[in-house]
Structures are given as structure tokens and as C-alpha cells.
């Protein structure tokens, strides 16, 4: 079965650090990948999304990622980190080729910016 | 832009109790989807449907629970007799069809939080 693990519950950064969360995911074959946010008191919203026509990939307000084969790996980057980016961080996966399956989420990763 | 929107916010309902959520997808997306976040946990899987049936449904989704699209805009969640630890944030998610979602992007609503007492 697959799973998405997201390493550290939380992460702390200052206005105009990088930022960086990451996600491991584990199959056999490499899935669609997403990252959602979710700001306080909202629903999610989809950030990216890997579908395989390029491994970087750009995403709203300035936020990237990379995946990685050898890792396993697509990690969430922004080189320089905005208050407002202050929320809860998602990575999901689905199964390739399974059109309407459920989506696979990690714990999240909760990220606080301080100015 | 379309939006997936849920109603109530929040619910607040005694154990033993029914209550049903209610989510209203974007309009021409065929997939529709509930998931429940238990506070400090991951996001959950419940069920999809699909064609005005269920195509899947998780091990979380048991005979207390049901689902429904009354008319042509509304899909609910019922859950018959609700027990303290069905206290959840409840997502209501939609997508495309096969043509125009082939990546499984599915886009949430804000949420319903229920509370049982």
C-alpha cells in the first residue's frame, strides 16, 4: 500500500529564509504527487502537483518542488519565506492511472514564520 | 472561480445523535469525495462516488455512516448515531472527469467541524 511520510511536524522559519518541507512517499511506481496548504479556518488548496512532465515543479505564491526518483522524495521549497505563508502544509499521493482513487496525505507539516 | 462549499462551518450534536453534513461540489465535476481530519491527525479517506453510487470507500466508512446526492447539486454525509470519536473536521472534495482530471486533482471545501458531546 502506499503512504506519505512528511518529516517534522513543524517547521520554523524567519521572513526570508528558505523554506523547506519535506515528503517521502513509498511505491513501487512513482504516483501523481500534490502539496496542499491549508490556512487557518480553510479548506485545502492545492499548491502543486507532480504528474510526471517535469520533475521541478512551480506551484502559487512562489512555492516549488522536486522529485526526486532515487529518493523517493518531492520536497517543498520557497527561497525566501513570507508571513503570510504561516499555515499547515499537506503532501498527498494517488496511485497512477486509477482516475477517482482517494488521495494518500501525510500528517502535514505546520509552518510558522517569524519576523 | 468555482468552489467546493460546505455547510454548516461547524456542528455541534450529542452521542447517539444523526447528523448531516452537506457540501456542494463545482458544478460540472462528476467525482465527489469525504475526508475527516481527527485533530493532530492526517487527513482521511472516507468514501468517493461516482455515477450516483460508491466506487470506494475506507475501512472508517461502516454501516454508521451513508452518503447521498439528493438532487443535482448537493452531496451529503449522514452518520446515524455519531459517537465522541467521529469529532472531526469533515472535507468534502471534488474533481473533474477522467478527460479533464486524469491527475486526480481534487479540490477541497473548507470544511465542517463536528463536535460530539
Known amino acids: 500500500a502506499q503512504s506519505v511520510t512528511q518529516l517534522g511536524s513543524h517547521v520554523s522559519v524567519s521572513e526570508g529564509a528558505l523554506v523547506l518541507l519535506r515528503c517521502n512517499y513509498s511505491?513501487?511506481?512513482?504516483?501523481?504527487l500534490f502539496w496542499y496548504v491549508q490556512y487557518p479556518n480553510q479548506g485545502l488548496q492545492l499548491l502543486l502537483k507532480y504528474t510526471s512532465a517535469a520533475t521541478l515543479v512551480k506551484g502559487i505564491n512562489g512555492f516549488e518542488a522536486e522529485f526526486k526518483k532515487s529518493e523517493t522524495s518531492f520536497h517543498l521549497t520557497k527561497p525566501s519565506a513570507h508571513m503570510s505563508d504561516a499555515a499547515e502544509y499537506f503532501c498527498?499521493?494517488?496511485?497512477?492511472?486509477?482516475?477517482?482513487?482517494?488521495?494518500?496525505f501525510g500528517k502535514g507539516t505546520t509552518l510558522s514564520v517569524s519576523s | 472561480e468555482p468552489e467546493v462549499t460546505q455547510t454548516p462551518s461547524h456542528q455541534v450534536t450529542q452521542m447517539g445523535q444523526e447528523v448531516i453534513l452537506r457540501c456542494v461540489p463545482i458544478?460540472?465535476?462528476?467525482?465527489f469525495y469525504w475526508y475527516r481530519q481527527i485533530l493532530g491527525q492526517k487527513v482521511e479517506f472516507l468514501v468517493s462516488?461516482?455515477?450516483?453510487?460508491?466506487?470506494?470507500k475506507s475501512e472508517i466508512f461502516d454501516d454508521q455512516f451513508s452518503v447521498e446526492r439528493p438532487d443535482g447539486s448537493n452531496f451529503t454525509l449522514k452518520i446515524r448515531s455519531t459517537k465522541l470519536e467521529d469529532s472531526a473536521m469533515y472535507f468534502c472534495?471534488?474533481?473533474?472527469?477522467?478527460?479533464?482530471?486524469?491527475?486526480?486533482?481534487?479540490?477541497f471545501g473548507p470544511g465542517t467541524r463536528l463536535t460530539v458531546l
Open positions: 458544478s460540472n465535476h462528476l467525482y
Open positions: 462516488f461516482y455515477n450516483n453510487e460508491i466506487s470506494e
Open positions: 498527498a499521493v494517488s496511485p497512477r492511472n486509477q482516475a477517482g482513487t482517494a488521495l494518500i
Open positions: 511505491s513501487s511506481v512513482p504516483p501523481y
Open positions: 472534495a471534488s474533481r473533474p472527469d477522467r478527460a479533464r482530471g486524469i491527475y486526480n486533482e481534487q479540490f
